[in-house]
T-cell receptor, first 112, second 114 residues
């Protein structure tokens, strides 16, 4: 699975959009981008995933660049409860190892 | 629809004792994964199981650790002769089928070895 690079930490004002970047320059054609988050001391929570098209669900939007070398997770209206560590994971969903490889992630702090 | 359940949520064991951690996957999910998070460290994969089968145990320590997912009942992560270095949060996740990458995590069991 390709390696990802994320900023160590970010801050965001409550009510504003939080844009979390992820670089995955070695991603291969059949690898998906997944986002999870871990709110302090809780189990990780699946957020969203995508291959090459932009994706949106009730939690967030995922924007993947045309060359697929980077992506951005967007929380449109961040709340204090969105303070968490956000993990960007690249993996092949079929036929490969099922394990998720978590990096250090981005510590997002939403400020009032 | 209940989520992934883990018990106990907190477990204290003395060095040399055994620890048994239980995980009940979401209804309809037949794939279970165990992860460990040491203090101030990231999440590390330990083992992936399907009913009655260990599929990938590449992240399991070679000694003292074992896991099972029987035909009936919860998945069990067993740690024999615990040491202080085993103190960590142990998370279980489940998924309905292979390959999708959407794993749903439980609240974790925090093991403290005294």
């Amino acid at each position: 699975d390709a390696k990802t690079t994320q900023p160590t930490s970010m801050d965001c004002a409550e009510g504003r959009a939080a844009n979390l970047p992820c670089n995955h320059s070695t991603i291969s054609g059949n690898e998906y981008v997944y986002w999870y988050r871990q709110i302090h001391s809780q189990g990780p929570q699946y957020i969203i995933h995508g291959l090459k098209n932009n994706e949106t669900n009730e939690m967030a939007s995922l924007i993947i660049t045309e060359d697929r070398k980077s992506s951005t997770l967007i929380l449109p209206h961040a709340t204090l409860r969105d303070t968490a560590v956000y993990y960007c994971i690249v993996r092949t969903p079929q036929g490969g190892s099922e394990k998720l490889v978590f990096g250090k992630g981005t510590k997002l702090t939403v400020n009032p | 629809n209940a989520g992934v359940m883990q018990n106990p949520r907190h477990l204290v064991r003395r060095r040399g004792q055994e620890a048994r951690l239980r995980c009940s996957p979401m209804k309809g999910h037949s794939h279970v994964y165990w992860y460990r998070q040491l203090p101030e460290e990231g999440l590390k994969f330990m083992v992936y199981l399907q009913k009655e089968n260990i599929i990938d145990e590449s992240g399991m320590p070679k000694e003292r650790f074992s896991a099972e997912f029987p035909k009936e009942g919860p998945s069990i992560l067993r740690i024999q002769q615990v040491v202080r270095g085993d103190s960590a949060a142990y998370f279980c996740a489940s998924s309905p089928f292979t390959g999708r990458g959407e794993q749903y995590f439980g609240p974790g069991t925090r093991l403290t070895v005294t």
